[in-house]
């Protein structure tokens, strides 16, 4: 289940020397609190929301939101979120992100990058992730390799999702009799997207 929503955290507070509490007349004795909201995605902060402020009189404890403040007080509250910043920390969630981002993009390209050299240099031990005609997926296991030829035991079983290929990537699943396939068809069935990932223990 993921859990988000939105949170606050206090940012500054002030007591401005002038300001009148309009509940008990007293001056000086009401402090502006500011607070920031942000977004966040189990407790991860994503982004700023918004930056309510509050008014509080320590003499009567009268407490104002916004809509409830007078003139002066907003324009106290607004010069103090002015001059106010964002925590770095309420963008953690995104740099968070990026930096997955970032990890998934680099070993998607070292990904490509061998896959491209494994097809070009098959050893025993390769395993080929392939999508059927019928839109199944299953394995190939190259048992060995000569100068024409990349011989492999074909999974006997399929799958109708990617992501279940380590199901059924068992030594049982692999029959004992090989046949082999020319390099060059290897070649293309990977250019055509046929085969496409290559896992090799290196």
Known sequence: MIIYGSRSAAL??????KLICPNCQTEGSTRIHVFGRYAHIFWIPLFPVGRPAVAECSHCQ??????????EMRQAADALSSSTKTPIWFFSGLAVIAVLAGVIFYTGQVNSENNKRYIE??????????KSGDGM?????VDRVDSDSVYVF???M???????LRKIDKPEYYPETTYGVSRQDV???F???????IDRDE
Do not use: C, H, W
């Open 158 to 164: 399929q799958v109708d999702k990617r992501s279940q």
């Open 121 to 130: 240099e098959p050893m025993a031990g390769d395993k080929y992730d392939y």
């Open 154 to 156: 074909e999974n006997t």
């Open 12 to 17: 500054s507070s002030d007591t401005p020397e």
């Open 191 to 197: 250019q055509d997207g046929t085969i496409f990932d």
């Open 187 to 189: 070649k293309d069935l």
């Open 62 to 71: 009268a407490a104002y939101d916004k809509k409830e403040m007078t003139a």
């Open 137 to 141: 997926y299953s394995t190939l296991l």
